[in-house]
């Protein structure tokens, strides 16, 4: 089968821009900028809808600040984040207006996008960007993330937003070409890999461990990366962003890249109930396990312990023996389960004085991390 074939329509897509894409010879490349704001007018110009994922802006601040922080000084980035994210909207909006293309910036952090209202909210503003002709341009807001609340890189964020956004295509931009079967800088009879049909342990063998410069993703970031994509029917490509109009080519067809196919869709809820940062833990009995592995609802007598403040439609981690087996969206808030937690569900208007639901966790708002 072509690329074309394997491809077929591609209406909308998401191209990611890596750090180092972006910075050549220790300067924001205005030429890539350029071409890029080209290659996606003209894609637009042949119906299909763009959003891009831009990183550079911890690269472009610190450059422009002229410090050089230690490793994981995280005050200092914070600070180079949000001086170089105006530095990189601005050079955006100046190369997409050469194209008469408005840009808007839209800035995510992990327990923004874990809020249900706020991930529905952000599908309702890409929408009307997009019916509204601007290209939104996604980050993360690196100024405000603590560890904790990061989505950590922004290949794992272009594939949370091109989930999220039901697109086609993810490309994403890097300094390397696609995969190979072992590291071409190392192996110079590396062999490349057109195309991967799911990711699994043999792949991620090949890409071992590898990390670039000023980015924060490797090859391991873009095959998980490719597994949140195939979660969501889309397809994604790795390229490399020296390639001659390497976006437009990537999603016209064109045999360039690496391209990782989409496995068996999963619902939109189910694939966030995965992305969404957990607000708390459920530790549940060895009845309770074999249920929620046989994709069956969480019931409170099976729960033993709560960890964690969380309210009533909230993502709680559920853990037994130790290991986080399944996540999913609580019908009652961490208080609430704990007086309800080994109880019989009949007993739950008693407890709580009104008659919620008789399961902690329906299975329908539970998704298993665990085969
Ligand atoms: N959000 C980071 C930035 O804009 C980049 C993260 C990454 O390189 O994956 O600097």
New binding site residues.
């Given amino acids: 089968m072509s690329r074309k074939e394997l491809l077929g329509d591609v209406r909308r897509v998401v191209i990611k821009v890596?750090?180092t894409s972006l910075i050549k010879d220790g300067a924001v490349s205005s030429d890539f900028m350029d071409s890029l704001a080209e290659q996606v007018s003209r894609l637009r110009e042949e119906g299909r809808e763009v959003l891009i994922v831009?990183?550079?802006?911890?690269?472009?601040?610190l450059k422009a600040m002229g410090v050089r922080p230690k490793p994981n000084e995280m005050p200092i980035r914070q600070a180079a984040?949000s001086v170089?994210?105006s530095i990189?909207m601005q050079k955006w909006s100046e190369s997409f207006q050469k194209y008469g293309i408005l840009t808007a910036q839209v800035l995510l952090t992990l327990d923004v996008y874990s809020d249900r209202e706020s991930a529905i909210n952000l599908n309702n503003t890409i929408e009307s960007l997009i019916s509204n002709g601007v290209v939104p341009i996604f980050?993360?807001n690196?100024a405000v993330c603590i560890t904790e609340i990061k989505f950590?890189?922004?290949?794992t964020?272009s594939a949370i937003i091109a989930s999220r956004a039901d697109a086609d295509l993810l490309i994403i931009l890097s300094d390397i070409d696609g995969l190979y079967d072992s590291n071409p800088g190392r192996n110079k009879n590396a062999k490349f890999i057109p195309v991967v049909r799911g990711v699994d342990d043999s792949i991620r063998a090949m890409a071992g461990d590898s990390e670039s410069g000023?980015?924060?993703?490797g090859m391991k970031?873009k095959l998980d990366a490719a597994v949140i994509c195939g979660e969501s029917g889309c397809n994604m490509i790795i390229a490399s962003s020296r390639a001659y109009g390497v976006a437009y080519r990537a999603a016209a067809g064109d045999e360039i890249g690496t391209l990782f196919l989409s496995g068996n869709e999963i619902s939109k809820k189910r694939r966030w109930i995965r992305s969404a940062h957990p607000s708390g833990r459920i530790y549940i009995d060895s009845g309770a396990k074999d249920a929620v592995l046989n994709h069956k609802s969480l019931l409170p007598v099976g729960i033993v312990r709560i960890e964690g403040d969380f309210g009533k439609g909230d993502v709680a981690d559920i853990v037994s023996d130790g290991a986080v087996i399944a996540k999913g969206i609580v019908s009652y808030s961490s208080k609430e389960l704990a007086s309800i937690a080994g109880r019989k569900s009949h007993e739950i208007e008693k407890l709580l004085g009104y008659r919620g639901h008789s399961d902690a966790v329906i299975s329908e708002n539970m998704v298993l991390l665990v085969s």
């Fill in positions: 890596g750090t831009t990183s550079g802006a911890v690269g472009i601040g984040a170089g994210q990189l980050n993360e690196d950590g890189d922004n290949d964020l000023l980015g924060t993703g970031t």
